[in-house]
């Protein structure tokens, strides 16, 4: 059972819930927030149609919030008022003003969606966690007051937005989260950066999408290399854990001059080398070091606007019932001279509709792209270890109209949304990134009310 109710302070009362009258039957004995519960009294009250009445003492016990509208979800003989979503990062500061210094702003605009979709939600680390009392001290935002600090118990849900490669991988921060999930069974979502290489790998046994993925061998040798500028006359070399769009190089093969051309990021200039040998080319960039960790990968011939070529970001989330939706395309047109589409590299966004204004042809793409991202985006989860929520995905089309995957990322960034036509999507994106917690946390209720049967 799940409902959407309004949370109100019950004067007068100690160790008292009130509830609708649709709620006698199911006799409830304990009221549960985040990972703490309590017995209590429950009484029943024909006036009340969408609001639960809670004792102040109960309240402050379990730090529930006042006037705030949250799912409630039965089990058994409990009542868990919630979801209550904490949001794990990294990188705090001792300032109230920019918590989480420069990425605070970037938090505050997810916690500005709990109120729309019925959840509680708060930024923390793992030196916020109070192992001893099942606590945790967690960033609060409000628009008007700012961010706060309030102990509440540790969550129902934990959304993972850690800010690296590095700090995911830490000792510290893997026996956190493994504690976390084993000793108190929270379902941890979008728990790890993709490897590039292992979601290609994954992709490649499904046959129906296959087509989507352009050529790419992991540990490529110089003959490797070598075989794929011959047959495609244009790859890539990317570290297969990469992000940003660092470190990748383009190398081009002229047949006009019997050369070979690479242009990659350089500090903060694009570079463009032409090299009169592949091998003098490989020798120039990686100065005799080893190609474990990169990939070697297709060109692929892309649309362009005006002579830049562009590919797609498009974002898909999961939402309060658990399905894939798609929830932003934008296009990224190339900056001069750059080897990615990243704005960092002077690249630029650009929507649908100035990029293709003939309509129909637009709506056709749209629908296309819709079903290929939701396809893959069920493959990627299915195949992943631990709970996918979101994924980023940067897509192709090419000059014949084929649909291309090149990226998938499971912490995508939100550059696009810099575009002011795409404050829409930017909105719902947030939103279901939270509203995602609701689901899990009925699946969680869902399980444990099998348990008592």
């Not at 917690?437 to 008592?452: F, S, W």
Request: with cysteine; charged share 25%; glycine share 8%.
């Amino acid at each position: 059972m799940k409902e959407k109710l309004w949370i109100r302070s019950l004067q007068g009362y100690e160790e008292t819930v009130k509830l609708p009258t649709r709620f006698k039957h199911l006799q409830l004995k304990k009221l549960s927030f985040g990972a703490r519960a309590c017995t209590l009294q429950f009484e029943y009250d024909s006036t009340l149609k969408d609001d639960i009445l809670i004792s102040e003492d109960m309240m402050k016990l379990l730090s529930i919030p006042h006037d705030r509208q949250l799912h409630v979800f039965v089990h058994s003989d409990v009542l868990d008022i919630g979801p209550l979503i904490g949001i794990f990062t990294a990188g705090f500061t001792e300032s109230l003003l920019r918590p989480i210094g420069e990425r605070s702003l970037f938090f505050a605009k997810f916690l500005t969606m709990e109120k729309s979709i019925g959840v509680n939600a708060f930024v923390f680390g793992a030196h916020l966690i109070n192992w001893s009392e099942g606590t945790v001290e967690g960033y609060f935002y409000d628009e008007k007051q700012g961010w706060s600090k309030r102990m509440v118990p540790l969550p129902h849900v934990i959304y993972d937005r850690l800010p690296n490669r590095k700090t995911e991988n830490h000792a510290a921060i893997q026996k956190i989260k493994q504690r976390l999930k084993d000793e108190y069974l929270i379902p941890w979502y979008n728990p790890g950066f993709f490897n590039k290489w292992e979601i290609f790998k994954s992709l490649q046994t499904e046959g129906s999408m296959k087509h989507y993925l352009p050529e790419t061998i992991y540990q490529p040798t110089f003959l490797d290399i070598q075989r794929m500028i011959d047959q495609h006359k244009h790859i890539y070399i990317k570290p297969a854990n990469g992000s940003l769009g660092l470190g990748i190089y383009q190398v081009i093969a002229s047949s006009t001059d019997h050369a070979y051309y690479c242009r990659y990021r350089d500090g903060e200039e694009n570079r463009l080398q032409k090299f009169t040998s592949l091998k003098k080319l490989i020798q120039h960039l990686f100065k005799g070091k080893s190609l474990q960790n990169y990939l070697v990968q297709q060109g692929i011939h892309l649309i362009r606007y005006e002579s830049r070529p562009v590919d797609f970001r498009i974002h898909t989330n999961k939402d309060q019932d658990g399905k894939w939706r798609v929830t932003a395309i934008a296009g990224k047109v190339a900056g001069k001279g750059s080897v990615t589409t990243h704005l960092n590299n002077g690249g630029m966004i650009k929507t649908l509709e100035e990029l293709f204004p003939e309509q129909k042809k637009r709506e056709s793409l749209s629908t296309r792209m819709h079903h290929s991202v939701l396809l893959l985006s069920k493959a990627i989860s299915a195949s992943t270890e631990g709970i996918v929520g979101e994924i980023g995905f940067d897509i192709g089309l090419d000059k014949n109209g084929d649909i291309w995957l090149f990226e998938a990322n499971s912490k995508p960034g939100r550059a696009i949304f810099s575009h002011p036509k795409l404050k829409m999507a930017d909105r719902l994106s947030r939103q279901l990134s939270m509203a995602y917690a609701i689901y899990l946390t009925e699946q969680g209720v869902d399980q444990l009310e099998a348990q008592y049967q």
